[in-house]
């Protein structure tokens, strides 16, 4: 337990840069302790503290005499001795002093170990001359350490100050996005009312209009009414009392003839029409806006054709090489390294290694439906087994046996609200991403975390199961 303490003791009274016991201890202003000289010379290659790296300034040396008081205490009580040659060990063989260092065998030894058989012809130097020599290698070690711990300092704090910039950035393009859709939503709900308003008040006109020419056409359904009764009492009465004031009955029935004036002005009908006329130029205003907001529309469309010299020997492609079925039966193909065997891929003629590119790819549906629609490195294996996943060097989305699943690792299931039935396939080569869009309802599917492509030439790839067929779209 004494031993441990004293330890302990020997072990605070160290300086951390010679190892030694201080001698003229300062302090630092982060409140750790060296030797005056070890810590000036240090600081001729970085003012920063050895320890936890806070910069310092030379005048900010702190002179610690408590300190230098106990580290000449336990010199003078033998509790920390000067590092002397001989006083430090003894060799464990002979109880000899450790004078000389044995270079060979890299140990000190004693001067009776230098004459025996083991370390005979060995060479051998003063362990004073070896401590230095090694000291040496060791501070240019130091040196190195400490410049790859500033480097590496240096790398964490920009990387911190980075990051805080592109979150700063992030969080300001988002407060932009949300401002400017809030006056959108403001617009286009300002548009909305000044649109119907028209609409609203051509409602009330068209209802109180009905109702004045139904009330007014039935004063006159009644008027009629009454007025044939009356001819039909007429007619049924005998020849003297029908002839009886017969000129006023017959110019009674003489009366003017309704013209009916119509229910609605040709001013009504026009404000409708106007009304038709905007809502194809509103819908095509909505796809434009849409279209401009969706995955892939930024990006170059690339026309795709299929390699005939990759495709699996079941493969049927089209003469336009745009369609691709699989048979039953496998085909007499000439035999190709590049040539998928035994899975039934294809790849696309085309190779990307820059830019953001896209196509589309017609599928199939239903619980039978077998396919995989997506990229490939140019360098995925292609014969024997062959890892349908991102690991693989294949970015793919598929569907086997009614399941959507993005073909990770582990596979991803996909929950989609409805079948795709043409799948965008959207390559960024710069920004290592894969996306996967619904090209009729532009709904997002599936991206990829960022992947290095390391410059490599990427692909389209096509996976058919039994049965299946795409098209790739011009």
């Given at each position: 337990?004494?031993?441990?303490?004293?330890?302990?003791?020997?072990?605070?009274?160290?300086?951390?840069?010679?190892?030694?016991c201080?001698?003229?201890?300062?302090?630092?202003?982060?409140?750790?302790?060296?030797?005056?000289?070890?810590i000036?010379?240090?600081?001729e290659?970085?003012q920063?503290?050895?320890?936890?790296?806070?910069?310092?300034?030379?005048?900010?040396?702190?002179?610690n005499r408590?300190?230098?008081?106990v580290?000449?205490?336990?010199?003078?009580?033998?509790?920390?001795?000067?590092?002397?040659?001989g006083?430090?060990?003894?060799?464990?063989?002979?109880?000899?002093?450790?004078?000389?260092?044995?270079?060979?065998?890299?140990?000190?030894?004693?001067?009776?170990?230098?004459?025996?058989?083991?370390?005979?012809?060995?060479?051998?130097?003063?362990?004073e001359?070896?401590?230095?020599?090694?000291?040496?290698?060791?501070?240019?070690?130091?040196k190195?350490?400490?410049?790859?711990?500033?480097?590496i300092?240096?790398?964490?704090?920009?990387?911190v100050?980075?990051?805080?910039?592109?979150?700063?950035?992030?969080?300001?393009?988002?407060?932009?996005?949300?401002?400017?859709?809030?006056?959108?939503?403001?617009?286009?709900?300002?548009?909305?009312?000044?649109?119907?308003?028209?609409?609203?008040e051509?409602?009330?006109l068209?209802?109180?209009?009905?109702?004045?020419?139904?009330?007014?056409?039935?004063?006159?359904?009644?008027?009629?009414?009454?007025?044939?009764?009356?001819?039909?009492?007429?007619?049924?009465?005998?020849?003297?009392?029908?002839?009886?004031?017969?000129?006023?009955?017959?110019?009674?029935?003489k009366?003017?003839?309704f013209?009916?004036?119509?229910?609605?002005?040709?001013?009504?009908?026009?404000?409708?029409?106007?009304?038709?006329?905007?809502?194809?130029?509103?819908?095509?205003?909505?796809?434009?806006?849409?279209?401009?907001?969706?995955?892939?529309?930024?990006?170059?469309?690339?026309?795709v054709t299929?390699?005939?010299?990759?495709?699996?020997?079941?493969?049927?492609?089209?003469?336009?090489?745009?369609?691709?079925?699989?048979?039953?039966?496998?085909?007499k193909?000439?035999?190709?390294?590049?040539?998928?065997?035994?899975?039934?891929?294809?790849?696309?003629?085309?190779?990307?290694?820059?830019?953001?590119?896209?196509?589309?790819?017609?599928?199939?549906?239903?619980?039978?439906?077998?396919?995989?629609?997506?990229?490939?490195?140019?360098s995925?294996?292609?014969?024997?087994?062959i890892?349908?996943?991102?690991?693989?060097g294949?970015?793919?989305?598929?569907?086997?046996?009614?399941?959507?699943?993005a073909?990770?690792?582990?596979?991803?299931?996909?929950?989609?609200?409805?079948?795709p039935?043409?799948?965008?396939?959207?390559?960024?080569?710069?920004g290592g991403?894969?996306?996967?869009?619904?090209?009729?309802?532009?709904?997002?599917?599936?991206?990829?975390?960022?992947?290095?492509?390391s410059g490599?030439?990427?692909?389209?790839?096509?996976?058919?199961?039994?049965?299946?067929q795409?098209?790739?779209?011009?």
């Open positions: 337990m004494a031993a441990a303490r004293v330890k302990k003791l020997q072990e605070a009274l160290t300086c951390s840069i010679c190892l030694d201080f001698k003229e201890p300062v302090t630092l202003r982060c409140g750790h302790n060296f030797c005056r000289g070890c000036t010379k240090c600081s290659e970085s920063a503290c050895p320890e936890c790296r806070e910069p310092f300034q030379g005048g900010e040396l702190q002179p408590q300190l230098r008081d580290a000449e205490i336990t010199k003078e009580i033998g509790l920390h001795k000067e590092k002397e040659p006083m430090e060990r003894v060799c464990e063989e002979h109880g000899e002093a450790l004078q000389i260092f044995c270079q060979e065998e890299e140990s000190p030894i004693c001067l009776v170990c230098q004459l025996s058989r083991e370390h005979k012809d060995h060479a051998v130097v003063p362990l001359e070896a401590a230095k020599g090694y000291k040496d290698q060791i501070q240019k070690h130091l190195i350490f400490r410049q790859q711990r500033e480097e300092l240096a790398f964490k704090s920009n990387g100050k980075e990051s805080q910039e592109l979150l700063k950035q992030t969080d300001k393009e988002k407060q932009k996005t949300v401002a400017e859709f809030k006056q959108l939503h403001q617009f286009l709900e300002e548009q909305e009312r000044l649109l119907l308003a028209p609409l609203e051509i409602n009330k068209i209802v109180q209009k009905r109702d004045e020419h139904v009330a007014e056409l039935s004063a006159e359904i009644s008027s009629l009414g009454e007025l044939i009764s009356e001819m039909e009492e007429k007619c049924r009465e005998s020849a003297s009392e029908f002839l009886q004031d017969i000129r006023g009955t017959v110019n009674r029935c009366k003017e003839k013209d009916n004036p119509g229910f609605f002005s040709l001013e009504f009908k026009q404000i409708i029409w106007e009304s038709s006329q905007r809502n194809p130029f509103l819908k095509s205003v909505i796809k434009q806006f849409r279209d401009t907001l969706s995955p892939g529309r930024h990006w170059d469309k690339a026309n299929l390699d005939p010299n990759t495709a699996h020997s079941q493969l049927i492609l089209s003469e336009d090489l745009k369609s691709v079925r699989r048979g039953d039966s496998r085909q193909l000439p035999e190709k390294p590049e040539r998928f065997d035994p899975y039934a891929c294809v790849l696309g003629c085309e190779r990307f290694t820059s830019g953001r590119r896209c196509w589309e790819v017609e599928v199939e549906v239903g619980d039978e439906q077998c396919w995989a629609v997506g990229v490939a490195r140019e995925a294996t292609r014969k024997g087994d890892s349908l996943s991102s690991d693989g294949i970015w793919a989305v598929c569907l086997l046996k009614g399941q959507y699943q073909l990770t690792a582990s596979k991803t299931p996909l929950s989609l609200s409805s079948p039935r043409r799948i965008r396939v959207c390559l960024d080569c710069v991403r894969v996306t996967f869009v619904d090209a009729h309802t532009e709904v997002l599917i599936f991206t990829f975390p960022p992947a290095s492509f490599e030439r990427i692909r389209p790839w096509l996976w058919l199961g039994k049965g299946s795409l098209r790739l779209c011009s």
